[in-house]
């Protein structure tokens, strides 16, 4: 198994035991040129968790590895999602990982202090990481996620040590699913519509280009709708 598979696979095991949580979805995704599969879709369910999606995209020819997680809550909800990207493409390795906001941090110093601060030593060490640089990510897609997301690129050894970073936001984050975080004085539901679906546009992500055409896209747009939902 890849050094990203393990990585995410490792997450998933984590959350399962945490939430029992069970396969409601697995899926294989075959390619647009061939009916090969080239992925996987899988969606988990479990209290207290709405779902958790992941992706898994494997295509040797062209050199692409990548595996993601995205665990939600639901919508009225104000603890955060958790994802969490880990790829190998070409050579070089690539992660994302993140809490997303439920609700907009700059007016909400109570929640951001309970569910992001304690993040911030974590985040400093990534960035301290031999091997570890920043992801050309614009700021329009920044402004979508939260200042403590780690979107970097890394050598394989840098790699390997940003699992324990991945580990220690995990464990944060089922903290704070177990415990909750402070209230905050708006319609969670009615945000979290908004922000899925300019998290995962195609008119912000450019990703989803690439999606479409690896699978065609009947297969993104179900990939898609499992994220929105």
């Known amino acids: 198994m890849s050094l990203p598979a393990a990585l995410c696979e490792r997450t998933v095991e984590t959350t399962t035991a945490a939430y029992d949580l069970a396969v409601a979805v697995d899926l294989e995704l075959t390619g647009e040129l061939s009916p090969d599969p080239v992925g996987r879709l899988r969606v988990l369910c479990g209290d207290p968790l709405a779902k958790v999606v992941t992706v898994d995209l494997v295509v040797p020819p062209i050199g692409l590895d990548s595996h993601m997680i ?132 195609p008119r912000v992500d450019p990703v989803w280009a690439q999606v479409t055409r690896l699978l065609g896209a009947e297969q993104a747009e179900r990939v898609r709708g499992e994220l929105l939902s």
């Open 70 to 201: 995205f665990a939600f809550l639901p919508g009225d909800s104000a603890i955060p999602h958790f994802t969490l990207d880990s790829v190998a493409a070409n050579g070089y390795f690539a992660m994302h990982l993140d809490l997303i906001p439920r609700t907009d941090l700059a007016v909400s110093l109570d929640y951001l202090d309970a569910a992001f601060l304690p993040l911030t030593p974590s985040l400093e060490a990534a960035w301290r990481i031999e091997g570890v640089s920043p992801a050309a990510v614009g700021p329009r897609q920044r402004a979508m996620m939260s200042p403590w997301m780690v979107v970097c690129r890394a050598t394989e050894s840098a790699f390997g040590e940003l699992g324990g970073t991945v580990a220690e936001y995990l464990r944060h984050w089922l903290t704070l699913v177990d415990k909750g975080v402070p209230p905050v004085d708006i319609d969670l539901a009615a945000r979290d519509r908004v922000n899925r679906a300019n998290l995962f546009s």
